[in-house]
C-alpha cells in the first residue's frame, strides 16, 4: 500500500521568506504526483501535476520537484504572502490502479 | 463553469440517525469520487464510479455505508446507522476520464457531526 508523508506538518514563516514543502512517498510505480492547496472549510485546489516521466512543473512562484526513484517531492513557493496561508496536500496517483494516495498536508502559515 | 456542488455543507446528527449527502460533478465528467477526511488527514477513497458503475468500492463500509449513482450523473453517499467515528469531512470529486493524468476536481465537502 502506497504510504505518503508529509514534513513538516506546520510552518509558520513571515511574509517574503521562501517556502519549502516536503513529500516522499514508499512506492515509486506512480503516474503521477499532484500538489493540491485546501484552504479552511473547503475542497481541494489543484496546484501542480507532475507526470511521473517529469522532474519539475512551474506554475508562477510555485515550483515542484520529482524524484521518482527516492520518492521524494519538493514544492517550493518563492516570495510568500499572507494569501498562502493554508494547508498543502501532496497526493501520488499509482500507475496500477490509479487510485490517488495522499499525505496528510502541511499547515502553512504566512504572518504579514 | 459550475465547479463540483455538494450538499449540504454542514450536518449535525445524532448516533444512530441516517444521513445523506448529494453530489453535483462537472458537466461532462464521467468519473465521480466520493472520499472521507478525517482531521488533520489527507482524504481516502471511499468509492469511484465510471458513470453510472462502481468501479471501486473496496475501501467502503458496506454495512452502514452506500452510494448510488443513478443515470450516471449526481450521487447520493448515505450512511445508516451514523457513528461517532462517522464525523468527518465528505469529499466529492469529479473528473473526465478515471483513468490517465486527468486532474480531479474537488467540491467543497460535506462536514459531519455525529453526536
Redesign the interface.
Given at each position: 500500500k502506497q504510504e505518503v508523508t508529509q514534513i513538516p506538518a506546520a510552518l509558520s514563516v513571515p511574509e517574503g521568506e521562501n517556502l519549502v514543502l516536503n513529500c516522499s512517498f514508499t512506492d515509486s510505480a506512480i503516474y503521477n504526483l499532484q500538489w493540491f492547496r485546501q484552504d479552511p472549510g473547503k475542497g481541494l485546489t489543484s496546484l501542480l501535476l507532475i507526470q511521473s516521466s517529469q522532474r519539475e512543473q512551474t506554475s508562477g512562484r510555485l515550483n515542484a520537484s520529482l524524484d521518482k526513484s527516492s520518492g521524494r517531492s519538493t514544492l517550493y513557493i518563492a516570495a510568500s504572502q499572507p494569501g498562502d496561508s493554508a494547508t498543502y496536500l501532496c497526493a501520488v496517483q499509482g500507475a496500477n490502479d490509479y487510485k490517488l494516495s495522499f499525505g496528510a498536508g502541511t499547515t502553512v502559515t504566512v504572518r504579514a | 463553469e459550475a465547479g463540483?456542488v455538494q450538499s449540504p455543507r454542514y450536518k449535525i446528527i445524532e448516533k444512530k440517525q441516517p444521513v445523506a449527502f448529494w453530489c453535483n460533478p462537472i458537466s461532462g465528467h464521467n468519473t465521480l469520487y466520493w472520499y472521507l477526511q478525517n482531521l488533520?488527514?489527507?482524504?481516502?477513497?471511499l468509492i469511484r464510479y465510471e458513470n453510472e458503475e462502481a468501479v471501486?468500492d473496496s475501501q467502503l463500509p458496506k454495512d452502514r455505508f452506500s452510494a448510488e449513482r443513478l443515470k450516471g450523473v449526481d450521487s447520493t453517499l448515505k450512511i445508516q446507522p451514523a457513528e461517532l467515528g462517522d464525523s468527518a469531512v465528505y469529499?466529492c470529486?469529479s473528473s473526465l476520464e478515471?483513468?490517465?493524468?486527468d486532474?480531479?476536481?474537488?467540491?467543497?465537502?460535506t462536514?459531519l457531526t455525529v453526536l
Open positions: - | 463540483v488533520g488527514q489527507g482524504p481516502e477513497l471501486d469529499l470529486a478515471g483513468q490517465g493524468a486532474t480531479q476536481y474537488f467540491g467543497p465537502g462536514r
